[in-house]
């Protein structure tokens, strides 16, 4: 048995705001809604993210993005008044980290060396 791909789950107070917000991020509408509480965006290169409502658990996700061109990322962000929380560039990977309107951790991630790089 061999786990073939993963989704990264990110618990919202209002699924219609977060949508919204992360079609933005994203510049997409999502790929999916298999259900009313759930909207899902699939990668290219593997990987989906699954934004839900769950007041309970809101603001307490963590994801992160591979990301294959940082200094694009920062230039989107910008242009789209996202706050850039918090920026590192370490000896194998460059970061970027921002909050949604929720506080859930969205980091974006570029590596530098081919183990760490993203694949596309």
Known sequence: MTVKNALAGIAVNDLAAAIRW???????????????????????????????????????????FAENDMDARLADLAAKSIEIGSTADGDLVRTAIITDPDGNQIVFAQGKDFEHRSTS
């Open 22 to 64: 992360y079609e933005n991020l994203l510049d997409r509408e999502p790929d999916a809604r298999p259900m009313d509480s759930l909207a899902e965006w699939r990668f290219a290169s593997g990987g989906w993210i699954q934004v839900f409502q769950d007041g309970r658990r809101a603001g307490h996700s963590s994801v992160t």
